[in-house]
T-cell receptor, first 109, second 115 residues
Framework: GQNIDQPTEMTATEGAIVQINCTYQ??????LFWYQQHAGEAPTFLSY??LDGLEEKGRFSSFLSRSKGYSYLLLKELQMKDSASYLC??????????WGAGTKLIIKP | GAVVSQHPSWVICKSGTSVKIECRSL??????MFWYRQFPKQSLMLMAT?????????EQGVEKDKFLINHASLTLSTLTVTSAHPEDSSFYIC???????????FGQGTRLTVV
């Protein structure tokens, strides 16, 4: 079967760094997305990885290891507005996005 | 990045009526569009996948006669919730993929409340 494993909830402090880990199993693989979703809103695109390694984009970085079925999202210089759910979304061989429950990130002052 | 426009952003309708939701890709050709539903505090659930010019593929448990999907052009897909009932109240989100399949962009979502 296809599944995604992320922590349900994480808490971090404003200004700090947090790493959200994700392991996945899919039928084939065509890349992995990270999305941010604030409550009551549609997801917004953060990153896409298809090759192994680290992709840096401002305060956010995403890492992928295809052989391990592992990815992480690294958020630096946390701001209160970063409080949201973060969704690790692999794409299978049919280019279907596989959704999990995501990680709810709570930022405290 | 690419923009996907979904309309309306919220709608309230009476039980038994039909509601149409539009999803437009504004600056790219969306060969594939996806429709999702999300209940409060739950994950996104894929309802159906549609490719331009062909019939939509529905996920198991989704009634194709109740949730009518049309993808007549490369920039427009519509979801019609027919004979809506209160249990259909949910957040409906579309996403569009271009031919390169490297990104999936989401519309703003439509919050449907059936009273």
């Amino acid at each position: 079967g296809q599944n995604i494993d992320q922590p349900t909830e994480m808490t971090a402090t404003e200004g700090a760094i947090v790493q959200i880990n994700c392991t996945y199993q899919t039928s084939g693989f065509n890349g992995l997305f990270w999305y941010q979703q604030h409550a009551g809103e549609a997801p917004t695109f953060l990153s896409y990885n298809v090759l192994d390694g680290l992709e840096e984009k401002g305060r956010f970085s995403s890492f992928l290891s295809r052989s391990k079925g592992y990815s992480y999202l690294l958020l630096k210089e946390l701001q209160m507005k970063d409080s949201a759910s973060y969704l690790c979304v692999p794409m299978d061989s049919n280019y279907q996005l596989i959704w999990g429950a995501g990680t709810k990130l709570i930022i405290k002052p | 990045g690419a923009v996907v426009s979904q309309h309306p952003s919220w709608v309230i309708c009476k039980s038994g009526t039909s509601v149409k939701i539009e999803c437009r890709s504004l600056d790219f050709q969306a060969t594939t569009m996806f429709w999702y539903r999300q209940f409060p505090k739950q994950s996104l659930m894929l309802m159906a996948t549609s490719n331009e010019g062909s019939k939509a593929t529905y996920e198991q448990g989704v009634e194709k006669d109740k949730f009518l999907i049309n993808h007549a052009s490369l920039t427009l897909s519509t979801l019609t919730v027919t004979s809506a009932h209160p249990e259909d109240s949910s957040f409906y989100i579309c996403s569009a993929q271009g031919q390169t399949n490297t990104e999936a962009f989401f519309g703003q979502g439509t919050r449907l409340t059936v009273v």
